[in-house]
């Protein structure tokens, strides 16, 4: 890649997850005002996980809540499980609990994966809704802001490791397997190329039990099939990983 289309990866290390979240909470607000200023949406890709649960409270609550452009926001995610809304399980559920039943966003804006028939067919359903959102005959539109969380294992949305993603195609969506933490193997997720589109990333990652898994990924020469986080990079995006001081404990070139 050349100086125009590389990554700009930054990697913010905090000492605490509020300030971690806090960080997050303002930098997604900003780039929300930056998106409608220049487009009239904000359209963002919400991940599943408990790393992101606290940073969807924070959005949720003051003095976020008052202030962040709702109306004009889109959400979307960037993996499902194939469970229902009600699963505990579900990431849907998860943000509407926690979030969007917090605010004022409109139900017409939300762009959930459905969880409660075949992944195959919910793979096959949402990229017509992706095809729709992004109108002009493309298969999916342009994020502006993408979450993602990690896996010890490597894994990033529904991306596992042992799993070829192409890394071109213009496929969005995949129905996948996948084992991590006894929670459900069928999903549904966005590919790489999808992801790659994006304006900004997001990865949000916390806890030593991911420190080595993130040296691997940030500093290590693996191949992203043992790594999935490894194929999220933007040519024309940037990438902030934001991280606190036990998950970053193994990186030696990252340091705060
Ligand atoms: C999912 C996710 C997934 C998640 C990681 C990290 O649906 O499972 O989108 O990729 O972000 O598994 O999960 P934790 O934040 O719970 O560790």
Redesign the pocket.
Known sequence: MDETTRTDTKVLIFDTTAELYSEAATALQQLADEAIAARDRFLLVL??????LPLYQRLANEPVHASFPWQQTHVFW????AVSPEDPMS?YGMARTHLLEAVPLPEANVHRIIGEVTAATAAREYSRVLQKMAGGGRAWPRFDVVL?????DG????LFPGSMHPARSGQATLAVTGS??Q?PTS?VTLTPPVFNSARSIFF?VT?ER?AETLANVLEGDSSPVRYPARRIKPPRGTVTWFVDGAAASRLQQYQK
Do not use: V
């Open positions: 991940s599943g996980g408990e790393t992101s960037g993996d499902e499980r990431n993602l969380g990690l896996g010890a894994h990033t949305a529904s991590y933490d929670r999903r949000l806890g991911k």
